[in-house]
């Protein structure tokens, strides 16, 4: 694998605009544990491990259990996810792989129940970000391994 095209350094004003999307997303009405969820997962399906390092790390930092994370990816089967993460993993796979596929009124009318109508807003950029995320890590080839969390640093 390449070192990578360092984006940021290029696109100075894109990276200041999905760091301004991160900002709103530290305050909005998702959990941070919730949303950690969400981009391990979506990082998951969409094969990017910068991502799943950080987010994994990130989550591990922020005290959630490897159970959870190394079952995120069975978390139908797996008992020990509420109602409302199944709910938002729901959504993250639902809109993480909606390419020509219509979104089934009753997946979005299960993922409505268990959240606000502000949540839902927050959870939906929540995991819009994450996947544009996931596609410039993977475009420009960002390698995983370096990341480490805020509270290590």
């Known amino acids: 694998m390449s070192e990578g095209i360092q984006f940021g350094r290029l696109a100075?004003?894109?990276l200041k605009g999905m760091q301004a999307i991160g900002s709103y997303l530290a305050t909005s009405s998702i959990e941070h544990s919730l949303?950690?969820?969400?981009?391990?997962?979506?990082s998951q399906l969409n094969g990017c491990a910068y991502c799943l390092d950080m987010h994994t790390k990130d989550a591990r930092a922020a005290g959630e259990t490897g159970q959870r994370l190394y079952t995120v990816a069975a978390w139908r089967e797996a008992p020990f996810f509420t109602e409302?993460?199944?709910a938002a993993l729901l959504w993250t796979e639902t809109l993480t792989q909606l390419a020509g596929h219509p979104i089934p009124a009753e997946i979005r009318a299960k993922v409505r129940t268990a959240f606000t109508e502000q949540e839902f807003v927050d959870l939906?950029?929540?995991i819009s970000t994450i996947n544009a995320w996931n596609c410039l890590m993977l475009a420009f080839e960002t390698p995983a391994g370096s990341y480490?969390?805020?509270l290590a640093r």
Do not use: Y
């Not at 949303?35 to 979506?42: D, G, P, Q």
């Open 12 to 14: 100075p004003g894109a």
């Open 35 to 42: 949303r950690l969820l969400v981009e391990v997962r979506a």
């Open 84 to 86: 409302r993460e199944r």
């Open 124 to 126: 939906t950029v929540a």
């Open 148 to 150: 480490k969390p805020e």
